[in-house]
């Protein structure tokens, strides 16, 4: 099982550029999950999905759109790219009955310039 | 979700016992304390969780207070490879059900 998995790992944006962070998990989750890390910070929740078609915001969700394409994809979209979105992206899975118990992908590392 | 409150940093030698102290002072009835650690650049990774008892698994136990307003979090023979971010959350389910809120956490380094 390779678990969580995202792409890419590395991307360097100029700003207003857009582009899609991947996700897809293979351990049969219902509830998917975007954080951001900022340096020195905790995570904060941008979406989830509870389910295969539904996604809610979280608690920074401006500037961010999300896909659940299937049950095991999870995507998250920047339109216009910011400086301010300069972070580590996070996307986690869970089983619906265990939401507290959520695994963590490796991260993409994103620099917008 | 309960604001928990930790300490910025912890030292522990290898081989001793590590233990991360939380406090969760306006813990509601409802809410459960769960913890996770994060290795460096690593995505966070579930240790364990606890309501009002003791909880012990392969990786850690759980002390919660009686009155419910701290726990610790043990690992029992820190390793090198237990130098990481713990964080502790306070989480109920409800309307906010999956929607964890990450801290700062406590930054534990384990030294030889």
């Known amino acids: 099982n390779a678990g969580v998995t995202q792409t890419p790992k590395f991307q360097v944006l100029k700003t207003g550029q857009s582009m899609t962070l991947q996700c897809a998990q293979d351990m049969n989750h219902n509830s998917m999950y975007w954080y951001r890390q900022d340096p020195g910070m905790g995570l904060r929740l941008i979406y989830y999905?509870?389910?295969?078609?539904?996604?809610d915001k979280g608690e920074v969700p401006n500037g961010y759109n999300v896909s659940r394409l299937n049950k095991r994809e999870f995507s998250l979209r920047l339109e216009s790219a910011a400086p301010s979105q300069t972070s580590v992206y996070f996307c986690?899975?869970?089983?619906?009955?265990?939401?507290?118990?959520?695994?963590f992908g490796p991260g993409t590392r994103l620099t917008v310039t | 979700d309960a604001k928990t409150t930790q300490p910025p940093s912890m030292d522990c030698a290898e081989g001793r016992a590590a233990n991360l102290p939380c406090n969760h002072s306006t813990i509601s009835g409802n809410e459960y304390v769960y913890w996770y650690r994060q290795i460096h650049s690593q995505g966070p990774q579930y240790i364990i969780h606890?309501?009002?008892n003791n909880e012990t698994n392969e990786m850690a136990s759980l002390i919660i207070t009686e009155d419910r307003k701290s726990s610790t979090l043990i690992l029992p023979h820190a390793t090198l490879r237990d130098t990481a971010v713990y964080y502790c959350?306070?989480?109920?389910?409800?309307?906010?059900?999956?929607?964890?809120?990450f801290g700062q956490g406590t930054i534990l380094t384990v030294h030889p």
């Open positions: 999905s509870a389910s295969e078609g539904t996604t």
């Open positions: 986690a899975s869970s089983d619906m009955a265990r939401t507290y118990e959520q695994y």
């Open positions: 606890g309501l009002k």
């Open positions: 959350i306070a989480h109920a389910g409800g309307t906010s059900y999956g929607k964890l809120t």
